[in-house]
């Protein structure tokens, strides 16, 4: 079975530019997780998908962030613009479905570096 | 709200070393505790979890138990490997108070020498 796909493993861009990541859950996996992981902390959720509807979107910066879930597969996180502090890991998990008894598996994450 | 405290690390073992990475955490719920591991390179996997009081997860020679009295789910090994060598965080889920959300510990650097 594939597991959680993302893209770009790698990303450099200069502060206040915008910058864009892909993900792409294992099939048939109703939830969908975006974490951000700064270099030395553990990841910290930043939105939660349940099909294409938000669950939980609490902690994502929404002044700059926005991630959007069409069609309730695939899904895109945006930054706009990024800030030096932006510069992370940012991982993407899915689940079959919503609760902790459901296993999250996670991608291999795009590293973010702003300069 | 909810968090999670793990030992400071790094952490250098020998061989065949016993391993213990302690992790306590706070939630006003009634949360699901998590072990992850992160190889280098690769993305986060579940080690093991418990789901409920004194509980007792297990995978790959690794257990911990769920001590609800001390709040604590501590990660050993009784002989440690060169492939152990990774990053583990400790986690929890209070499904009452944040749902399905992961709440994650700094994460312990083990580094195991032949």
């Known amino acids: 079975e594939a597991g959680v796909a993302q893209s770009p493993r790698y990303k450099i861009i200069e502060k206040r530019q915008s910058v864009a990541f892909w993900c792409n859950p294992i099939?048939?996996?109703?939830?969908l997780y975006w974490y951000q992981q700064i270099l030395g902390q553990g990841p910290k959720l930043l939105i939660q998908?349940?099909?294409?509807?938000?669950?939980?979107d609490s902690q994502l910066p929404k002044d700059r962030f926005s991630a959007e879930r069409l069609k309730g597969v695939d899904s895109t996180l945006k930054i706009q613009p990024a800030k030096l502090e932006d510069s992370a890991v940012y991982l993407c998990?899915?689940?079959?479905?919503?609760?902790?008894?459901?296993?999250?598996?996670f991608g291999p994450g795009t590293r973010l570096t702003v300069l | 709200g909810n968090s999670v405290t793990q030992m400071e690390g790094p952490v250098t073992l020998s061989e065949e070393a016993f391993l213990t990475i302690n992790c306590t955490y706070t939630?006003?719920?009634?949360?699901?505790l998590f072990w992850y591991v992160q190889y280098p390179g690769e993305g986060l996997q579940l080690l093991l979890k418990?789901?409920?009081?004194?509980d007792k997860g297990s995978n790959k020679g690794f257990e911990a138990t769920y001590r609800k009295e001390t709040t604590s789910f501590h990660l050993e090994k009784g002989s440690v490997q060169v492939s152990d060598s990774a990053v583990y965080f400790c986690?929890?889920?209070?499904?009452?108070?944040?749902?399905?959300?992961?709440?994650f510990g700094e994460g312990t650097q083990l580094t195991v020498n032949p």
């Open positions: 998990a899915s689940s079959l479905d919503v609760g902790p008894y459901n296993e999250q598996f």
């Open positions: 099939s048939g996996h109703a939830t």
């Open positions: 998908f349940q099909n294409n509807g938000v669950v939980d």
């Open positions: 939630a006003t719920g009634y949360p699901s």
């Open positions: 418990a789901t409920k009081a004194d």
């Open positions: 986690a929890l889920s209070d499904r009452q108070t944040s749902g399905s959300r992961l709440t």
